[in-house]
């Protein structure tokens, strides 16, 4: 789609005239009643007409829309759906309850966009805001002419935030003869497999088209989307206007046949990238895909796998020997999700789990650590870490197994739109779009998804979540598998198991320097607070504020609150935190020791409230009214009950951590964020991983794996299964399996 391009939407007011005419009617007495002669004729409504722009902000497109008659602004509204509630979000709530609301009544071609600030810590989205209106404003007085005003020669360096929430990006750009000359990152702490793409594809892309219309690296779009940012301040810096440089990039309109294939491949994750090189091994022409400029996906930035007894580890570790009994764990497994998993899947995960780390280590030269324990009660050795490098093993199992058929081949930046089917239903290939428009229809005789579940898309975590997650996962992740095989009748299974939560932190994670790394991580640490009380969005506490915020916050939902008397708040600022909780992995750097006073404190509440992570209210109830906490004051009566030890708390939270929060006194609410790897729900797929559609029956040639299957293994009743990597184990399994049964019915197909 281009960026800030203008589309004008005409709408004209209907205009009503009053008509002199005679009426009759009867009166009680069946008089005739007279008309009004003097009726007077309404003057015509002023024409309406209706301009909108788009604009890339942090998370995503923002749009702006001006409604404008006889030269004067009606409204001016931004929109942002892919923009973080607590920042990107809230920057467009305030444009529009401020800056914008009182541009109503201005003259179109009197409003000084620049004069207008910016948000405090949401600068991408305030750039691609403010561009967004000056483009719908240009477009409303009728200026239609290419010409930019002259950017100076030189260089320009930027510091903008990215993705990483330990350092900003630091861009330097060079203009030569009214143009980009170059685009260079000098610092940058992205994760570097990701950053990759928006170095070696984006700025290329950038440069050539001379555009920052050009479309953000799918799986870096927070990355891409800052380096543009750092292009806009430049172009400003140098005497530009950077809102004229989103002239279109045209894209394709050509279609190209791909066919013969006897597997294809949707996604290159973990379970993606097994399908395609199990399917290859067995002799099978394979064609895959993903979304990303990369492959593996989230795969690639988790910690390692669930194996069960592989062979190689057993040997290494325990004199051959088995380190657990299996059935014991396939017992406790269906256990524990009380009997909406299927057997026969969990079983395979089980059986097969040690054997496809086997064969990526024997086969595929990948490096794990030890197995071995997690968090489980069980205490089980069932997970091992990657310990090699993962891309570049990821990357050359994909390209041995493209060496073994001259047809093999794979693609990046090219995303499925839905499934081809023949007349009987039965599954022939996929239809795709690369980044550039082509469309690819390719065809085959078995289909893999492997598309990483629906994290990524709003729609559908409103649905089935109540709103979207943060998540640490890429976002491309949004579903397009689930949904292209539900367009052909396949069921789902469990779509709303509860996410998979291995983080918490702040609801908006700062990234650039209005604190330092010492003062973010006080605030980190109040938000995972031990010796406070946690609820739910609308006030209902939810689990011992004592265990493990970070893997069971997801029990409150998406998001909670940790609360603080002013008391307490007053004592950590004199006296220090009486406990400090560390994020396992989205700390930014700093630290923070229990007794040391923080003498900056009302500095980080000022920057935590700018940043919708601190609230404070007078009083419970004034709290509870600000944030929408139906249940907050009688949750906040039982809690300091725990506290007086007038009653016991059922969490089992120690007493000496429970501080009671007067509800007549001031008080203080921190806002966290469960942030999540990805869904496990998904499709309903048998024990070859088969898609089966509404009825049970076999989807013929259609197969699920990782997140897009997963939750025929799980239950809605229960968090994800905390044996230890079961989400990173079912998708290098299943993708094995899958794509040995899709090479298997390519072959009998023939």
């Given amino acids: 789609m281009d960026k800030v391009k203008a589309k004008k939407k005409l ?93 109503a009544g201005s003259a179109v071609d009197a409003v000084d966009v620049d004069s207008i600030d910016a948000v405090s810590g949401a600068t991408v989205t305030s750039t691609a805001v403010k561009n967004a209106l000056k483009t ?13 005003k002259a950017v100076a020669d030189g260089v320009q360096e930027v510091t903008v935030s990215g993705h990483s929430v330990t350092s900003q990006l630091k861009v330097a750009v060079t203009f030569k003869d009214n143009a980009i000359a170059a685009v260079d990152v000098l610092e940058n702490s992205e994760t570097a497999q990701i950053f990759a793409g928006v170095e070696e594809r984006f700025i290329p892309r950038l440069l050539e088209s001379q555009s920052l219309a050009v479309d953000a690296i799918s799986g870096a779009t927070v990355s891409s989307n800052a ?82 007894n592989p062979q190689t580890k057993m040997e290494a570790q325990n004199g051959g020997e088995a380190f657990l009994n299996e059935d014991e764990l396939i017992a406790d497994w269906l256990e524990y999700c009380h009997g909406d998993a299927k057997e026969e899947i969990v079983r395979l995960m089980v059986e097969q789990s040690g054997d496809t780390m086997d064969w990526l280590i024997n086969e595929y030269g990948f490096s794990f650590g030890d197995i071995s324990a997690f968090f489980h009660p069980k205490m089980w050795k069932v997970w091992a870490s990657y310990t090699g490098d993962v891309n570049a093993e990821y990357l050359n199992a994909m390209n041995t197994a493209k060496a073994k058929n001259e047809k093999n081949d794979y693609m990046l930046e090219l995303t499925g739109t839905k499934l081809l089917t023949d007349e009987n239903g039965n599954v022939k290939g996929v239809e795709a779009e690369y980044y550039d428009g082509t469309t690819y229809q390719i ?18 975590m409103t649905q089935y979540f109540k709103q979207p997650w943060n998540t640490k996962a890429m976002t491309q992740n949004d579903g397009a598998g689930i949904l292209m095989a539900q367009e ?20 908006t ?24 009380m946690l609820v739910s969005e609308d006030g209902t506490r939810f689990m011992s504020e004592a265990g493990n915020i970070e893997f ?80 907050l004051a009688a949750e906040v009566e039982k809690y300091n009950s725990y506290a007086d030890g007038s009653a016991e708390d059922p969490f089992g939270k120690d007493t000496s951590l429970i501080h009671a929060i007067n509800a007549g006194e001031p008080v203080y609410a921190v806002k966290g964020a469960a942030y999540i790897y990805g869904t496990c729900g998904g499709l309903d797929v048998d024990g070859t991983l088969t898609v089966l559609d509404t009825e049970g029956n076999q989807i ?47 072959a009998e197909a023939e």
């Fill in 136 to 148: 719908a404003l240009k477009e409303a007085q009728g200026i239609t002419s290419t010409e930019k």
């Fill in 552 to 631: 069971n916050s997801w029990n409150g939902g998406a998001f909670f609150y940790t609360l603080y008397s002013e008391e307490q708040m007053k004592q950590f600022a004199e006296e220090g935190l009486s406990v400090v909780s560390t994020p396992f992995f989205l700390g930014q750097g700093g630290s923070v020791e229990a007794g040391t006073p923080v003498a900056t404190m009302d500095k980080i509440v000022e920057v935590g409230e700018a940043n919708g992570i601190i609230f404070k209210a007078d009083s419970v109830e004034a709290l509870a009214e600000l944030l929408g906490m139906d249940n």
């Fill in 11 to 103: 709408m004209t007011a209907i205009c009503m005239m009053a008509i002199l005419a005679s009426l009759t009617g009867c009166s009680k007495n069946n008089k005739q009643e007279s008309t009004n002669d003097n009726a007077e004729t309404q003057t015509p409504a002023a024409q309406e007409s209706v301009y909108t722009a788009t604009g890339e902000g942090f998370g995503g497109e923002v749009t702006v829309t001006v409604t404008a008659a006889d030269g004067k602004i009606i409204s001016v509204v931004a929109e942002g759906a892919s923009e973080t509630e607590a920042l990107g979000g809230k920057a467009i709530a305030d444009y529009n309850a401020g800056a914008f609301a009182q541009l």
């Fill in 443 to 460: 065809y085959g005789k078995s289909v893999v998804l492997a598309t990483g579940g629906f994290a990524g898309n709003a729609e559908m």
């Fill in 227 to 308: 380096v543009k940012a750092a292009v806009e301040t430049a172009i400003n810096m140098a005497g530009g206007d950077s809102s004229e440089w989103y002239t279109p990039v045209e894209k394709s309109s050509e279609t190209v046949v791909l066919d013969g294939y006897d597997v294809i491949v949707v996604g290159l994750g973990g379970a993606g990238m097994s399908a395609y090189v199990s399917a290859a091994e067995k002799g099978a022409s394979v064609f895959g895909f993903d979304t990303a400029a990369k492959v593996g996906g989230t795969s690639t930035t988790t910690s390692g796998p669930m194996a069960i």
């Fill in 700 to 746: 013929k040639g259609l197969y699920a794996t990782g997140l897009d299957s997963m939750g025929t293994m799980l239950t809605t009743k229960e968090a994800y299964v905390t044996y230890g990597g079961a989400a990173q184990g079912w998708a290098l399994t299943s993708g094995k399996v899958a794509g040995e049964n899709a090479a298997a019915y390519a």
């Fill in 488 to 507: 052909i009748g396949a069921a789902l299974y469990n779509i709303d198991v509860p996410p998979m939560q291995h983080n918490a932190q702040t609801a």
């Fill in 509 to 532: 994670i700062i990234r650039d320097d209005s604190l330092t790394a010492d003062e973010k991580a006080v605030l980190a640490s109040l938000v995972l607070g031990k010796d406070s």
